[in-house]
C-alpha cells in the first residue's frame, strides 16, 4: 500500500515514521477527536506500517467507550473479560500478565481458539515517568526479509510446540511451524514465543518443545533466532503516554513488554479485531 492512498488522511493530521516500522498519527489541528479519523484509511495505514500510534488527540476512552471505537475497526473477539481487556497489576492473579515483570515475545491468540488480525491499545495511565512498562513489538516480515534465504529455509524447517499452564481467558498448547504466511498479505512472518526460564518468580512460564533439525543444528539456528529478535533495526519498544491509541498488526509482529516498577499504576485497555475471515488456530488444543 503507498502513503499516497490516503489523501483525505494526509489532510487532517500529520503521519511520521515511529522507528524502522510503525507510523505516528497527530492532529494537524489543536482540538481533534480520535473518531474524525476515517478508520479504512487508519486500517490500510496499519496494514502497511504495521503500528498505528495516534496521539494528541482530544478524547480519552473509558470502559465500554473503547470498545465502541474498536468496532469501527472489525469485529470484536471477546474473552471471559468480556470486550475490554485491563491489563493492570493485580496482586492476587495467577496470570503474569498482570504483574510488573517483564513478558517474553509472544503474539495474541496463541493459546486461544482464534487469533486476532489487529490489537487496539488504549493508554488510561501511563504511570509516572521512566518507570520501564514499554511494550516491544518486533517486525517479524522485515526481520524474514533480511535474514537471507538460507536462514529462512533453515527456519522453514523448525516446529515449535508451546505449552502454558491455562489462566483466565488463555492456555493450553499450540504446534506451530516458525514460519508461517501471514494471511492478508500472503508475506513470510515468524510465529514464536521463547520459553521463560530466567524470570525469577514469573507466575506462569511456558515450555517450548522444537522439532525438524538435529540438536546442534537446533540450537544455533534458536540462538540465532533469540540475537535476530533482539536487533534494533526490527525492533520497536513503545513508551506509553497516556491517552495514547496504538492498533498493531498482530499477525506480522510479535509482542512484549519490559518490567515496570511494582505499583506504578500503569493502565492499559486492548480490543481484539478479528480478521475477515475469521481466522481459527488450527495449532491450538486446550
Known sequence: MKQAALPSLHRQVSIT?????????TPAH???DYL???????????RHSKIVLLRGFTNRFSGQALADYARHW?????????????????EESHDSIF?????PLHWDGMYMPTIPEF???HCADAGPLNTGGETVFVDTVGLLEHAGASVRDTWRAIETTSCIRAVSHYGGSVRSALVVEHPVHHVPTLRYSPPVDAIPGFRNPNTVIYEGLDQASMDESIALLHRCLAHPAHRYEHAWRTGDVLIADNLALLHGR??????????L???HIHADPVLINTGFFP
Do not use: C, W
Not at 479519523?37 to 490500510?44: I, T
Not at 474473552?79 to 491489563?87: A, E, I, N
Not at 519490559?258 to 493502565?267: D, T
Open 17 to 25: 515514521p515511529l522507528a524502522s516500522f510503525g507510523a505516528l498519527v
Open 30 to 32: 489543536s482540538v481533534m
Open 36 to 46: 474524525d479519523l476515517p478508520v479504512d484509511h487508519l486500517r490500510a495505514l496499519a
Open 74 to 90: 472489525g469485529r470484536i473477539m471477546t474473552g471471559s473479560y468480556g470486550d475490554v481487556l485491563d491489563l493492570v497489576e493485580k
Open 99 to 103: 504483574d510488573s515483570l517483564s513478558l
Open 119 to 121: 490489537q487496539v491499545f
Open 258 to 267: 519490559n518490567a515496570f516498577v511494582h505499583g506504578s499504576k500503569r493502565h
Open 269 to 271: 485497555q486492548r480490543v
